[in-house]
């Protein structure tokens, strides 16, 4: 079940439209079956959804195996009111060249899709479409609905192969993916309030601000970390947006807040960058457990501070 349980009777939302792989993750997230499902057009107005109390939680693309981090999360996520993911999931990623009836691959010019689709097929089209334009669609489903609205940007979608089912589109190839295997990871994001709890497998996600441009700076948020042997699984830098030059790292590390280690790091965190934002401790999905050693443990931090106090 959702780590958090939506005691609320609000929906949930996702990025759409209907057959996105967004939705495929959050129809993974045991429970959201049963709950009202609405789609949200882009990242920024599902996460306004959540913001103003008309859904419970947002799911959103965070990262993909091949292309990386996604930038329209990662900035919504960071900015604003503040947020908490409750929840991860991973889904394996495969594509299909969807067209209208009719339309052969001699007929296209110009493809519609989400621009990490689009990254992840690069070499397939550069072999056998070398000439066709890349259109920029919110998602890959939503590529797909305008084909079938009758878009004359495009003639052809990539897009998951449910999305052909729902659509009655013409698949045109299948697996165009150039990496098999490929994963994109996906988070359940919502209000702040509850924590879900430890699990001793989680994951605690941060958005630290660079504090002052000098030498070494990023070297004294990273030691936060080094010295208490929290490991990153993820860190990028994020533009602010304020000026060139000006960056937030957005960064993934194993455990959680109630780990002795994590919430030390946390706190000397908050001592080099007190503008750090917490996003959350959370599950991870593929429940595996860090490695700490015996310095790090939970009791090892706790007769530490005994110790401390045992001298003043
Ligand atoms: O467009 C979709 O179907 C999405 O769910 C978004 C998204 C992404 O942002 O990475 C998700 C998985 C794929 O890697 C391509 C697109």
Same mark, same amino acid.
């Given at each position: 079940?959702?780590?958090?349980?939506?005691?609320?009777?609000?929906?949930?939302?996702?990025?759409?439209?209907?057959?996105?792989?967004?939705?495929?993750?959050?129809?993974?997230?045991?429970?959201?079956?049963?709950?009202?499902?609405?789609?949200?057009?882009? #990242? !920024?107005? =599902?996460?306004?959804? *959540?913001?103003?109390?008309? %859904? +419970?939680? @947002?799911?959103?693309?965070?990262?993909?195996?091949?292309?990386?981090?996604?930038?329209?999360?990662?900035?919504?996520?960071?900015?604003?009111?503040?947020?908490?993911?409750?929840?991860?999931?991973?889904?394996?990623?495969?594509?299909?060249?969807?067209?209208?009836?009719?339309?052969?691959?001699?007929?296209?010019?110009?493809?519609?899709?989400?621009?990490?689709?689009?990254?992840?097929?690069?070499?397939?089209?550069?072999?056998?479409?070398?000439?066709?334009?890349?259109?920029?669609?919110?998602?890959? #489903? !939503?590529? =797909?609905?305008?084909? *079938?609205?009758?878009?004359? %940007? +495009?003639? @052809?979608?990539?897009?998951?192969?449910?999305?052909?089912?729902?659509?009655?589109?013409?698949?045109?190839?299948?697996?165009?993916?150039?990496?098999?295997?490929?994963?994109?990871?996906?988070?359940?994001?919502?209000?702040?309030?509850?924590?879900?709890?430890?699990?001793?497998?989680?994951?605690?996600?941060?958005?630290?601000?660079?504090?002052?441009?000098?030498?070494?700076?990023?070297?004294?948020?990273?030691?936060?970390?080094?010295?208490?042997?929290?490991?990153?699984?993820?860190?990028?830098?994020?533009?602010?947006?304020?000026?060139?030059?000006?960056?937030?790292?957005?960064?993934?590390?194993?455990?959680?807040?109630?780990?002795?280690?994590?919430?030390?790091?946390?706190?000397?965190?908050?001592?080099?960058?007190?503008?750090?934002?917490?996003?959350?401790?959370?599950?991870?999905?593929?429940?595996?457990?860090?490695?700490?050693?015996?310095?790090?443990?939970?009791?090892?931090?706790?007769?530490?501070?005994?110790?401390?106090?045992?001298?003043?």
């Amino acid at each position: 079940m959702i780590s958090v349980p939506n005691t609320s009777a609000l929906p949930l939302t996702f990025l759409g439209p209907e057959g996105t792989f967004t939705e495929a993750a959050l129809l993974q997230v045991p429970g959201a079956v049963d709950m009202e499902r609405i789609p949200s057009t882009n #990242a !920024a107005s =599902a996460l306004a959804k *959540v913001r103003k109390g008309e %859904a +419970f939680a @947002a799911m959103l693309p965070i990262e993909n195996s091949i292309e990386g981090g996604v930038p329209a999360t990662l900035d919504a996520i960071s900015n604003g009111l503040e947020l908490r993911i409750l929840h991860e999931v991973v889904v394996p990623v495969s594509f299909v060249l969807v067209a209208p009836a009719g339309v052969t691959l001699a007929d296209i010019t110009a493809v519609g899709t989400h621009p990490h689709a689009w990254a992840q097929t690069r070499d397939w089209f550069g072999e056998h479409l070398p000439n066709a334009a890349h259109v920029p669609a919110n998602s890959t #489903a !939503a590529a =797909a609905h305008s084909l *079938v609205a009758g878009t004359d %940007a +495009f003639q @052809a979608a990539v897009c998951a192969p449910l999305v052909a089912e729902q659509t009655g589109l013409n698949i045109l190839a299948a697996a165009i993916e150039d990496n098999i295997g490929a994963v994109t990871r996906f988070i359940l994001v919502g209000q702040p309030g509850t924590l879900p709890e430890p699990t001793g497998a989680d994951k605690t996600t941060l958005a630290i601000p660079l504090p002052e441009d000098h030498p070494g700076a990023l070297m004294a948020i990273l030691e936060q970390f080094a010295s208490r042997g929290v490991n990153l699984s993820r860190i990028e830098s994020r533009p602010t947006g304020q000026f060139l030059g000006h960056y937030i790292f957005s960064v993934d590390v194993d455990g959680h807040v109630r780990d002795a280690r994590v919430a030390d790091a946390l706190r000397g965190l908050h001592r080099v960058s007190p503008g750090m934002r917490f996003l959350g401790s959370y599950p991870r999905a593929d429940r595996q457990e860090p490695l700490i050693r015996s310095y790090n443990s939970d009791a090892a931090f706790g007769e530490a501070a005994d110790w401390v106090d045992s001298l003043l």
